[in-house]
């Protein structure tokens, strides 16, 4: 019989050590080094094309050069200096609670597989329905908030038809339409796809010019559509807008849907980390009414992607989307996550949350908290003293904004800016207005790494206007 090279398993304590290296190096750059990528996509791609599969190489050599080549073609996203996304900097103790999930690899679908684990994560994701007001609900981790908001759409299907679970948009008279703000996160049209109901299903509710639905565009929008032969199945409302950090009226938005007998979802992908900081959870009023909740743990909760979150008030509407029964699979006690969930073998995500409770605990969140806030409205002081214009009014610490002292173009100000290196920021369209946009979401970041953004957004402009 051929033998298996060695390779396959651990074996020396110098892999560890190597590894250990380019972590610490990985570390040292998202603090001081460069953000944005130093090789053009047309240099990576060239670097990455001449490697040679075809003969192995040491554990040593492969890390380093996968190490090289993220180190060059990548965007620092979990950089201190990187403002502009929602997915900050990966916290220690939830990568060290990954690669342990990674060596185990337990199969967490299956309860009777993996029963430490699979109880872990049911103990934070009770902990997390504790927090949204279900005590009687369920939740589970999902790829990312695309999966739990679908999950959430197929749980307004089933409750608006006992057919749907078999024969699909078929058990239906009446086209099933769904409801988000013009400023939610867009993925709902790809999930619309994906679940057969198409893109014209979602209905794109205007805001009341500040980034927020229009509660009352909302209700009249019903209205006509169901005057027009649809039927409304799900409300879902935005709790921290991709584009500016915007709440919409969810208490509102909850009496609409309880009104028309239609599912309440809240969409709280990045937001809904607050429900680990009571001194905020006023900044979520309206979350506790909600029939279903997406939050993000990879994004404000400092986890690796992905690390979504579904939390569903009724625990039968999941029973009803995922359940099966097969020869191959053991029944156990019902919630096995193959049942309940839309996968079959899943990684151990929770570990990720559960170290973090473990060794940071909520207090420490609250303070990761208040630094963000704290360097949000330090930001949003400094901006106007230089000529930016801050055009939202987010309660979090999101903040977009354009250029008046010479009215230049925003996304040219942002290539701009990437094209210098030090920082980097969003560019995105609000209220029928192009702006730039920056997120205080790392636990890295400090004012100074503020400062520095400034400063750069200021040469930039400078630059641009000669």
């Keep these: 019989m051929p033998k298996i090279p060695n390779s396959f398993t651990y074996n020396d304590t110098n892999n560890l050590q190597a590894l250990a290296q380019e972590i610490e190096s990985a570390y040292a750059n998202i603090v001081d080094g460069s953000v944005a990528p130093v090789w053009s996509f047309a240099e990576t791609k060239r670097h990455i094309a001449v490697i040679d599969f075809s003969q192995p190489i040491a554990l040593d050599d492969a890390l380093s050069e996968a190490a090289y080549l993220m180190e060059h073609g990548d965007l620092r996203s979990a950089s201190a200096r990187c403002f502009g996304y929602f997915n900050p900097t990966a916290a220690w103790p939830a990568v060290v609670g990954d690669v342990l999930a990674s060596v185990r690899n337990p199969q967490i679908c299956v309860t009777s597989h993996a029963p430490a684990s699979v109880t872990m994560e049911r103990r934070i994701a009770d902990m997390v329905c504790a927090k949204l007001s279900m005590p009687d609900g369920m939740a589970h981790f999902t790829s990312g908030g695309s999966e739990a908001n679908e999950t959430a759409l197929l749980a307004a299907l089933c409750r608006a038809s006992n057919d749907y679970i078999e024969h699909g948009v078929r058990a239906f008279d009446k086209a099933p339409s769904i409801y988000v703000s013009a400023d939610s996160h867009l993925a709902w049209i790809k999930i619309a796809k994906a679940t057969g109901l198409g893109a014209k299903a979602v209905r794109l509710v205007p805001t009341s010019g500040d980034g927020r639905m229009d509660a009352g565009a909302l209700a009249d929008i019903i209205g006509k559509d169901k005057m027009e032969g649809l039927q409304p199945v799900m409300i879902a409302a935005t709790c921290g807008t ?190 029928g207005r192009s702006v730039l946009r920056i997120c205080t979401t790392s636990f890295l970041s400090t004012e100074a790494d503020v400062d520095l953004l400034i400063g750069e957004l200021n040469a930039a402009r400078e630059t641009l206007k000669i």
């Design 242 to 431: 991709t584009g500016a950090g915007m709440i919409d009226p969810l208490a509102s938005c909850h009496k609409i849907a309880e009104s028309e007998n239609m599912h309440f979802h809240v969409d709280a992908a990045w937001a809904g980390a607050l429900i680990f900081d009571q001194s905020r959870h006023r900044l979520l009023a309206g979350i506790e009414l909600a029939d279903s909740v997406t939050i993000d743990a990879h994004k404000w909760l400092s986890v690796p992607m992905g690390a979504g979150i579904i939390a569903l008030r009724d625990t039968s509407q999941a029973a009803n989307v995922f359940s099966v029964k097969t020869s191959y699979m053991p029944e156990g006690d019902g919630q096995d996550f193959y049942i309940t969930t839309n996968q079959w073998s899943r990684r151990f995500l929770g570990l990720r949350l559960w170290m973090m409770l473990r060794v940071v605990g909520e207090a420490g969140y609250r303070q990761m908290f208040d630094q963000h806030f704290a360097l949000a409205d330090y930001a949003r002081a400094q901006l106007p003293k230089h000529g930016w214009q801050i055009r939202n009014d987010s309660t979090l610490p999101v903040i977009v904004f354009n250029d008046i002292k010479y009215g230049l173009d925003s996304q040219t100000i942002a290539d701009e800016v990437e094209k210098r290196g030090k920082v980097w920021l969003g560019r995105v369209a609000f209220e």
